[in-house]
């Protein structure tokens, strides 16, 4: 008889245990980049990440990106993140507001073991040699893309028509998919972890 599936969460905290003993990457810390097509489940994946690795902070690309910058970011990023935790120190980042179109007072994000980078572009060029692990949320783009419209509704339709342009744009020019060591698949209960195109570390 085949063996019984393993509990839900299962992948979710074996791959957890497997970041924390990774080398850091980012001076003290261990950054995971967290990417995918925009409605690929990223924001709920990384959130049970985060939890199942011990509360680890997550930062949310959507905060960095504006309506002006979709992916335009990475100097902003750079700056306000990735040097001054690259030095062990305290990042404070600017969080953008989608609503007002304007950006909020300073966040604080001290260093920690691990901390998850979350959204579309993670695995940029850019950010990959400040990464740890590079996980893949492993969904069609039309497949993602439309649970994105679905859970967004019509008042955001005119918005996702030119973020799908821009995010194909995007993946062209700089492709994530290809360097993930993980590849992260939804299940109807849990997820699977499968080794990714750039292998495991």
Known sequence: MPSPPPPPGTAIRQLASRLRSL??????????????????????????????????????????????????????????VIEPLGRGKTAHYTPYDWRVRGFGPPRPLPPAPVILVEGVGAGRRALRPYLAHLLWMELPREEAWARGRSRDGEDQREFWDGWVEAEARHFAEDPSRPYAHALVRQLPEGYEVLPGPAGTR
Request: net charge negative; aromatic share 6%.
């Open 23 to 80: 080398p850091p990457s980012c001076g003290p810390v261990r950054l995971i980049g967290v990417d995918g097509h925009a409605g690929s489940g990223k924001s709920t994946f990384a959130g049970q990440l985060a939890e199942a690795s011990g509360g680890a902070p997550v930062l949310r690309l959507d905060d960095i990106a504006t309506h002006d910058e979709l992916f335009a970011w990475t100097g902003r990023l750079l700056a306000q």
